[in-house]
């Protein structure tokens, strides 16, 4: 049981992969961290199915907090192929842009292990199961957040009208480290490498129509692998499910505001990170990028701040917010663009997107821009 009489410098609501990342940045600070992380009820084990493309940026976060996972749970991904409804292509391998990988695959599961672990040895960090007061209260509950609209936050969502389904699936064929694409009329599909560069098994992620989910869901899984393996072409051969299948609603939303003090009269405030404050499509995989991009900001602009300022000052909670929002809406937007174009069903838009592919592939500085800017490098 923690010390009740023990003062916390942040106290983070949200015990996921971008909270605990947040309490082990701050802890490397020498602020003292309260890690809200209610006993989970307990029930029959399923496999998570749920895999995270991270780019460079993110896994130098993780390295060099001793948690990135290990390579049977990492996947580099050397390449990647996109394809559109007619037959439009775009490419990216990881040898013309001088990197190691375009990015990593992670196994959920493993990652949560890593930073579980490591905040358990954190001796800045105490678990609590309960929120405690703090100076600064970090909110990285999710999309569903109750703290967010406890303090009065509007978050303005876009529901989108697909679902994605996600599951995983062992292929005939070699995967070789590429990660696949398909965007056709009916929905989006992906294809994650996983299980290392010669592995044979994929995280799945398909976003369709939300009137097609259920029959999909319910579908006997010989007429579900025969559909997948007949959108990707056959690319990696014979299909075989290995997974449940899991789905949620999609959606683009983001919060109002980003901070704010917990009242007037108050010297504490509270800060938005992660899916909490922005949803974005998941058909490029940045998801979890932005939420860890927000926890590096910061813990960045906390660790630079005055000696005499407080984690809780709001001119640094400001600069954070002003920051976060202007690299997340170039992101925002292309994602729902992309989304929206990929929707219209009508034969002249399918044309001119079959076009724009064309030409982006074509396109030189800007498909490596583009490639940099997903991997973090700018």
Known sequence: MPDMAQTFDVCIRGAGIVGRTLALLLARERLRVALVAPPQPRSPQQKDVRAYALNASSRAVLQSLRCWPDDEDATPVVGMQVFGDLDGQVQFDAASQDVPALAWIVDVPALEQRLAEAVRYQPQVEIVKEPVEAALTAVCEGRSSSTRTEFGVEFSVTPYSQH???????????HGGIARQWFTPEGILAFLPLGGAEGHEVAVVWSLEQSLVPDWLESDEESFTTRLQSISQDALGRLELVAERATWPLQQAVADRWCGPLDRNSQQSWVLAGDAAHNVHPLAGQGLNLGLGDVQTLARILQERDYWRSP????????????RKASLAPMGLAMDGLQQLFARPEVPVQMLRNWGMKGFERSGLLKSWMAKQAMGLL
């Open 164 to 174: 994605a389904i996600a599951t995983r699936l062992s292929c005939e064929l070699a």
């Open 312 to 323: 809780a000052d709001l001119k640094l909670l400001r600069q954070y917010e002003r920051e």
